[in-house]
């Protein structure tokens, strides 16, 4: 529908930036911190860098946060290291990890940020993984341990909390996202079992959440993009529910409604892909109920019917917005409609806004986008800054997507872009950039760290101020 008029962002409208701990942090044994399993994992791409220096916030943090307060962030999304605040994973507490996030949360709240934190960022404790990690029931516990401990801790000073990032992408793309580790089986039916033992953790942390912190507002965190159907063809409709129930709603409607969503259910039966239920478990997750779904949205995917056979995968890599299809299932169509970005994602503001009305019709709970935004290779010009107007120019088109969503009636209650400064990709090292903040190291070199605002810093901080009236 197009409108005359628009409705202006709500008065209280979280304008903030993410980032997650691995990615940003460096440290990685600063202080007493286990290790992880992005510590161990042994398989990069040719040519980046591991995690272990990052960004070096954990250095920088205060003048990290003094930078976001210039931005004029009212939010700022991070992750909490698990294996700062507990090096094994469960049992004893790390002291100096604790207060980092002590400290880091304070210079926000005293600088009026809003902290959103993230509980868990594919980086589970090593130690854990080395038990079975999720494909062992027993780490459900441990997170609901180490849940506890965070209320504890932050829970005078942290408003919102999101339970774990994208876990459909940590079963769907494990390897894009470095994160099979050594845990548990690596196989479909093993992987599906790790997401119930993750939903059963997530529900309890939710249950948990509300009874220590009734003020506190609790979601999940997955990866949410509308499914397109390649065409008009009744069949490929077909196809594009399909992949919507495996990639999308299985997760959200175990999350916020407790139950296997019926096409997915199918889908796991029809493989013999579905996980043991123990008694008690689906009263576990129907217990638990989500304040908001915080979902990060890259692009959508057009998906076509399946043709049953090999044809249905595409010649390339899958990984969290790249789809390759899958067999009987749906084929990944590419949309010609879209353009892509330097790393062959597609950009497509309008499938935000698609996202977004589908979400809230289904669920009725406030949204908040913790994740959108663009990677880009980018080294300082001649004058030594980044003229980043793609990225200005994507996130405006992305932005008004987000106002004509609220202006359908849509409960969108922030906009958190990643990342509120350079850090280091899942899977495509430093040289994939995506802050408002460069940050002066490459893969090979760590050069001087230096942060330097990009054009879109200042571009961003117009936005907030403006309440998202000017973005120009
Ligand atoms: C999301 C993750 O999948 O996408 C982030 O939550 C990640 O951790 C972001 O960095 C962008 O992906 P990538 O692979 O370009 O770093």
Excluded at 72 to 89: E, M, N, V
């Amino acid at each position: 529908m197009k409108y005359t008029e628009l409705n202006d962002f709500p008065a209280d409208f979280l304008w903030g930036a993410s980032t997650s701990a691995y990615q940003v942090e460096g440290g990685w044994d600063a202080d007493g911190k286990g290790k992880s399993v992005i510590d161990t994992r042994d398989h990069f791409p040719e040519g980046t860098t591991d995690y272990t220096v990052a960004s070096d916030h954990y250095h920088h943090m205060e003048s990290d946060v003094e930078l976001f307060a210039q931005l004029g962030l009212k939010a700022y999304r991070f992750s909490i290291a698990w294996t700062r605040i507990q090096p094994d994973g469960t049992g004893e507490v790390n002291r100096a990890g604790v207060d980092f996030y002590h400290r880091l949360i304070d210079a926000l709240n005293s600088r009026g940020i809003e902290p959103i934190v993230t509980m868990y960022h594919f980086d589970l404790p090593a130690a854990l993984d080395e038990e079975g990690g999720w494909g062992n029931r027993a780490t459900a516990d441990a997170f609901v341990e180490y849940a506890r401990i965070l209320f504890r801790e932050y829970g005078s000073k942290v408003k919102y909390w999101l339970t774990i990032n994208e876990q459909n992408m940590m079963i769907l793309h494990g390897e894009a996202v470095g994160n099979t580790g050594k845990s548990g089986a690596t196989g479909k039916k093993g992987l599906y079992q790790q997401n119930h033992h993750m939903f059963l953790a997530q529900a309890r942390a939710m249950t948990l959440c509300h009874e220590m912190l009734p003020e506190a507002k609790i979601g999940p965190a997955p990866n949410i993009v509308a499914i397109y159907a390649a065409s008009s063809a009744p069949e490929d409709a077909i196809a594009a529910d399909d992949w919507d129930a495996v990639r999308n709603l299985l997760y959200l409607d175990l999350a916020v409604r407790g139950t296997y969503h019926p096409l997915a259910w199918g889908y796991l039966v029809e493989r013999n892909l579905q996980p043991e239920i123990a008694d008690g478990d689906m009263e576990i997750l129907a217990a638990g109920k989500p304040d908001f779904i915080a979902m990060n949205y890259y692009a959508t995917q057009t998906v076509g019917a399946s043709s049953g056979d090999a044809s249905d995968l595409a010649a390339r890599k899958g990984d969290q917005q790249i789809v390759r299809g899958e067999i009987g299932l749906y084929k990944a169509v590419k949309n010609p409609n879209l353009q892509t970005n330097a790393f062959g994602w597609e950009i497509d503001p309008v499938g935000c806004r698609t996202t977004l009305r589908r979400i809230w019709d289904r669920y009725r709970l406030p949204l908040i986008i913790t994740e959108n935004g663009i990677g880009a290779f980018e080294e300082p010009g001649e004058d030594g800054l980044i003229h980043d107007d793609y990225r200005i120019d994507y996130y405006r088109r992305h932005i008004e997507q987000l106002q004509l969503a609220i202006t359908d009636g849509v409960d969108v209650m922030g906009y958190s872009p990643w990342s509120a400064i350079d850090l280091i990709s899942t899977h495509s090292g430093a040289a994939k950039r995506y802050g408002f903040i460069h940050v002066n190291r490459t893969d090979s070199d760590l050069r001087d760290l230096k942060r330097t605002p990009k054009d879109s810093f200042g571009w961003y901080r117009k936005v907030i101020d403006s309440n998202g009236a000017d973005l120009s």
